[in-house]
């Protein structure tokens, strides 16, 4: 649905001049809930206010449904953003706020009425419609500002860092409260986050960014199980990085030497390399430990770090370097381990990924 193709934006010029997106493909399709995650600084909201049109770019195309969408100024894309401050207005009721938009575009009263309650229903502020914007809680203020960025019935809405001005407990609810209204609404929803978690949970698709370029996109599932780079691996998640030999590649499956001389078999990246020394990543949960004697990896238990509902088990490889395992703690299971016994760490066949460089 919108396709961006070959996207570079440089920012100042000369000494100054800075690449904030540097060569940018992406096709973001109709219907999906599509994130843009990366670290601060990374490209995401340039990226957006590209899309939004508040931006040019300084190299590429950017087109919507075949058209392009860079001919047109922001005010004719149908394209809405929701602003990480709510820009609400703070004289003007609640249902005022959702119609202003519809309003200023000249529809008939009846209509602004009928989309105003429609709106406020599916947020679920029916209630408040009377209310003051002042006089309502930031998570009310979010609900209000994505029903009035909603009313117009945008084909795309732009959603840059919405739920971070509210608080854990809310955050939580409305990230679900975010899905429904995109599969409710069928509205195709670009949301940037810098937030692994947020990104996992609501996302159809993520990209993953990473100075100016994306470095992965995939469902949170591919993003999460089968990193293709060091720095994804690194920046969703909590991950093992071992050094191996890749012995050789078929069907996407390698044939690996871990450093304790033991063979056994991991996914490759697309475009990986074929054989020689690679790095391995190993999610903590996907490990477990055994007895040294059956383990691919052998060592000694360095740390028992207990988090509720999980414990995570530190162990110092014989072959050199840490490697920790984390196990779902059952109620009134006996702690078997400690500091310094004699363990072993086990991974299925194919659960490890070998790393693109
Ligand atoms: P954050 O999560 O902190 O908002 P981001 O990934 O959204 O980060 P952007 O706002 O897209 O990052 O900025 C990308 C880079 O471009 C940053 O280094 C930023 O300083 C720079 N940048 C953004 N806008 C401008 C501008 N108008 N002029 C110069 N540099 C800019």
């Known amino acids: 649905m919108i396709e961006i193709d070959g996207v570079t934006k440089i920012f100042g010029t000369g000494s100054t001049a800075f690449r904030a997106l540097d060569e940018v493909s992406v096709t973001i399709r109709e219907n999906e809930f599509f994130t843009l995650l990366g670290p601060s600084g990374c490209g995401k909201t340039t990226l957006l206010r590209l899309i939004a049109g508040f931006e040019y770019p300084t190299e590429g195309r950017i087109t919507l449904d075949g058209g392009d969408l860079l001919d047109n100024p922001p005010h004719r894309r149908p394209v809405n953003t929701v602003f990480q401050s709510y820009a609400l207005f703070p004289h003007m009721t609640v249902a005022e706020n959702i119609g202003f938009g519809l309003e200023m575009l000249g529809k008939p009263r009846q209509e602004v009425r009928r989309t105003v ?26 609900r209000v500002a994505l029903a009035r960025a909603l009313a117009p019935r945008p084909k795309v809405l732009l959603l840059d860092e919405p739920l971070s001005a509210l608080d854990f407990k809310l955050r939580k609810d409305m990230q679900l409260e975010l899905k429904r209204l995109q599969s409710e609404t069928g509205i195709t929803f ?149 500091a310094g016994d004699p363990v072993g760490i086990t991974f299925a066949a194919g659960v490890g990924q070998v790393l693109r460089d």
Request: charged share 25%.
């Open 117 to 142: 309650d429609e709106m406020l229903e599916l947020v679920r502020m029916t209630e408040m419609a009377g209310r003051r914007t002042s006089q309502i809680s930031g998570g009310q203020q979010q």
């Open 190 to 338: 670009v949301f940037v986050t810098h937030d692994q978690a947020e990104a996992l949970t609501m996302s159809d698709r993520i990209a993953v960014m990473n100075e100016g370029s994306i470095r992965q996109i995939g469902g949170p599932r591919d993003i999460y199980d089968h990193p293709a780079e060091r720095f994804v691996a690194d920046f969703i998640g909590d991950t093992n990085f071992l050094e191996a030999e890749l012995l050789d590649v078929s069907d996407g499956r390698a044939r690996i030497r871990l450093p304790s001389g033991t063979e056994t078999e991991a996914r490759t990246a697309e475009g990986g390399a074929a054989s020689g020394h690679v790095t391995l990543a190993v999610r903590p949960e996907h490990a477990q430990l055994s007895p040294p004697d059956e383990a691919l990896l052998p060592g000694r238990l360095a740390e028992v770090v207990y988090f509720g509902t999980d414990t995570h088990f530190h162990v110092d490889l014989d072959a050199g370097g840490r490697f920790v395992v984390r196990q779902q703690n059952q109620p009134d299971a006996a702690q078997p381990r400690q």
